[in-house]
């Protein structure tokens, strides 16, 4: 196992556990499980079935270029990974624009704090490394793409939840 590998386990077990501490944090109830109600639960399966659909497509997308032989400029463990990171996008989109994205024992100001700071957490490396002239090896781009499919995804999702208020207080405003 080479540094980059041993970093990336070590990093992925720390961040499990910050986030079991982050949804106990997040949640009302202190809970780790957010908790929704049966018609959320029935709407957000419709959302895991449609990402679960949009990984396949992009997974079998993704053989058909490795078996092409066409050389993208990225590596691809992290093709697989945005693939993965897509079907998320998909995932989160159909739950915010259902009205499932939030659960009931939710507490939406401490979930978006720790949005931001995931934001800019996932945007440090990403920006020490260009800075560093280490964004690319070899002509491709490799770990750093993880944290830029995982910046794309919750740029993508932030905005959304905030059109979605938007629209939202609009037609309230309306009735």
């Known amino acids: 196992m080479n540094a980059s590998s041993f970093g990336f386990v070590i990093g992925l077990i720390v961040g499990l556990i910050l986030v079991v501490c982050l949804f106990k944090y997040a949640n009302k109830d202190g809970k780790i499980r957010t908790?929704?109600?049966?018609?959320?639960?029935?709407?957000?399966?419709?959302?895991?079935?449609?990402?679960?659909?949009?990984?396949?497509?992009?997974?079998?997308?993704?053989?058909?270029i490795f078996m092409s032989d066409y050389n993208l400029p990225v590596e691809n463990y992290a093709l697989v990974f945005t693939g993965v990171i897509i079907g998320c996008i998909v995932l989160a989109a159909y739950c915010i624009w259902n009205d499932v994205y939030w659960g009931l024992n939710n507490n939406?100001?401490?979930?978006?704090?720790?949005?931001?700071?995931?934001?800019?957490?996932?945007?440090?490396?990403?920006?020490?490394?260009?800075?560093?002239?280490?964004?690319?090896?070899?002509?491709?781009?490799?770990?750093?793409?993880?944290?830029?499919?995982?910046?794309?995804?919750?740029?993508?999702?932030?905005?959304?939840?905030?059109?979605?208020?938007?629209?939202?207080?609009?037609?309230g405003d309306r009735e």
């Open 108 to 171: 939406h100001k401490r979930y978006h704090a720790i949005f931001v700071i995931a934001l800019i957490l996932n945007f440090l490396p990403v920006y020490f490394q260009a800075k560093g002239g280490s964004l690319f090896e070899n002509g491709k781009i490799g770990m750093p793409m993880l944290n830029i499919a995982v910046i794309i995804m919750m740029v993508i999702i932030y905005a959304e939840l905030l059109i979605k208020k938007f629209i939202d207080n609009r037609s």
């Open 35 to 64: 908790e929704y109600d049966e018609r959320q639960k029935a709407v957000r399966g419709k959302a895991y079935k449609y990402a679960f659909y949009t990984d396949i497509f992009v997974q079998a997308l993704l053989m058909l």
